[in-house]
């Protein structure tokens, strides 16, 4: 990452695009702004900036769509920043791989420190996580992000490749779902438990019939889940 990192915020109102700008600028961000869905996408195709503060509701292409523009493209850090609270939406925002979500309105520290966190893991994780792991019909790689099953690539969002390469790193070992958290999303992440039980839905229905290879992701009832094998 560089010494500044940038960050390009995607929204459509000129006074929340401003005041996010205002408060990062402050610490020291190098800050794009982008006022809808095809000119965030233009931007991010342009030059691609650290991380991505990103509007559901946007004009034309919405904060999904172009979400999923930049998934498949890399794994660049991207938080969705809404006005919408229900857990519906922030559930569709991680399944769709956004790193967090911020509900607006937002405090200006929260914001600065969700962004710190979120580019905290990201560095973190280029630099410490580099081997492969392989079990009858399955391969992780977290070098390269990606996942082959049954000798096909499987498209996974980051955190549920990060949960699974976690899990599958510690073989039979059990975790609470507040130990997954702080491990995949780090300790100052703030969501909740059902972020770990919908990312662990998609991975298991992504890899059926594991079983009959000898591993799968288990349930354990009151505790959490393990990797066994």
């Known amino acids: 990452m560089k010494d500044r990192p940038e ?17 990062l600028e402050k610490e020291n961000y190098e800050v794009r702004t982008a006022a809808d869905g095809n000119a965030a996408i233009a931007e991010f195709r342009r030059l691609p900036p650290d991380l991505i503060l990103l509007d559901v509701m946007l004009p034309g292409v919405d904060g999904y769509e172009v979400l999923k523009t930049v998934r498949r493209s890399g794994n660049i850090p991207v938080i969705m920043v809404t006005a919408r609270g229900e857990t519906f939406d922030k559930v569709l ?15 200006g ?20 996580k580099t081997t492969d792991i392989s079990f009858p ?42 130990q ?25 229905e992504k890899l059926p019939d594991s079983e009959k290879y000898g591993w799968s992701i288990y349930t354990v009832r009151g505790v959490g889940y393990k990797f066994s094998a």
């Open 7 to 23: 960050i390009l915020v995607v929204d459509d109102d000129p006074n929340i695009s401003r005041l996010e700008q205002l408060y």
């Open 137 to 178: 019909a399955l391969t992780v790689s977290i070098a390269e992000y990606d996942v082959h099953y049954e000798g096909k690539k499987i498209e996974m969002p980051p955190k549920e490749l990060e949960v699974l390469y976690f899990l599958a790193s510690h073989p039979n070992q059990v975790f609470t779902r507040e």
């Open 93 to 107: 925002c991680l399944e769709l791989g956004a790193d967090d979500y911020i509900t607006k309105p937002f405090d």
């Open 109 to 128: 520290k929260e914001l600065v420190a969700r962004v710190k966190a979120v580019l905290r893991r990201a560095q973190g994780g280029e630099e410490e």
């Open 180 to 204: 997954l958290l702080r491990q995949v999303w780090g300790f100052d992440f703030f969501g909740d438990s059902r972020t770990v039980d919908v990312h662990i839905k998609r991975v298991r």
